[in-house]
């Protein structure tokens, strides 16, 4: 790079966005161009910038998810160097094989120069490896014990790390019911609990391969989670030609985007006459919803009647 301010754009637009940061570290890391695949696709980048708890996604074989995985992981490194991961695969072997990935990728110079991110001189195994700042990337077996390691950091309200659950069950195993029950007890009693906060998201990918898999047991939230909407469930359009979720449950929001026609310096707005959102916060004036009005500049107007 030419110059300073040339590295400060780039440095920008790579921590700015997942699937920038792996267009340009893939063909450093592998001398292949890279190419965004379904049914990963951009969707998927997108789901997986900054997860707030939980993501699952199902996915075949072969679609790139754990290079990707790998990718998303040195890229939240970039930007937040003290951060702790957990990488679980069915086997510590197979986990381990990842996390080498991830250490490749954050050993390349043109990393180490744009973020001053560099991993300690004493880390030389691939299953474990820590950063200069405190971070750590730890590789374990979906079945076996977790000691000594935990994902995220407690008492922040940014990221810090996360849980990464990446083919959970071996497939030639998954049909032995004592097998695959372990794998989701082990879930149960030990993974989930190496969360620090509640901010530290489950990160969760795989292909299904039985209907009482570790998916299955997310899915009906029986760790205390519901996934309310996924990408490719069925939608259904409204009478007002809105795509729906087909689920009737009743979720009470944190932010609420409202559309209006005009507004005030009070923030008084002047909706579309429908009254549904008025409706809607009279109902719930309990709840500490954060309120967000869209609109132009143009809309602005001196003053609305109450």
């Excluded at 063909?27 to 049914?39: C, D, H």
């Excluded at 990160?203 to 039985?210: K, M, P, S, V």
């Excluded at 008084?268 to 500049?297: C, H, M, T, V």
Aim: charged share 25%; hydrophobic share 40%.
């Amino acid at each position: 790079m030419n110059s300073n301010n040339e590295k400060i754009r780039l440095k920008a637009k790579l921590q700015g966005s997942l699937i920038e940061f792996t267009r340009y570290f893939y063909p450093l890391l592998t001398g292949r161009k890279f190419i965004v695949s379904e049914p990963i696709g951009r969707e998927s980048h997108a789901r997986l910038e900054l997860p707030n708890h939980k993501l699952l996604i199902n996915v075949s074989p072969g679609s790139g998810k754990s290079t990707l995985l790998a990718m998303w992981v040195a890229w939240t490194m970039a930007k937040y160097p003290d951060s702790r991961f957990l990488y679980i695969s069915y086997s510590k072997v197979l986990a381990a094989k990842h996390t080498e990935t991830i250490k490749r990728i954050m050993q390349l110079s043109t990393y180490s120069y744009l973020f001053d991110v560099r991993i300690r001189h004493d880390s030389k195994a691939r299953e474990y490896f820590q950063t200069t700042n405190g971070g750590a990337v730890a590789a374990f077996g979906s079945g076996g014990a977790i000691t000594g390691q935990d994902a995220g950091l407690p008492g922040l309200g940014r990221f810090t790390g996360a849980v990464i659950i990446d083919d959970a069950h071996k497939p030639d195993e998954v049909h032995s019911d004592t097998i695959r029950v372990s794998v989701i007890d082990n879930y149960r009693e030990t993974i989930q609990q190496r969360a620090r906060g509640i901010n530290v998201p489950t990160i969760f990918l795989g292909q299904r391969l039985h209907e009482d898999d570790l998916a299955a047991y997310l899915i009906a939230g029986k760790d205390g989670y519901e996934i309310e909407y996924r990408a490719n469930d069925p939608l259904n359009v409204s009478r007002y030609g809105i795509p729906e979720p087909i689920k009737q449950k009743k979720l009470v929001p944190t932010i609420l985007l409202i559309p209006m026609v005009a507004f005030d310096k009070n923030c008084n707005r002047l909706g579309y006459g429908g009254g549904f959102y008025d409706r809607f916060l009279e109902k719930n004036q309990n709840i500490n919803l954060i309120k967000i009005g869209l609109a132009f500049s143009f809309q602005k107007v001196n003053f609305i009647c109450t």
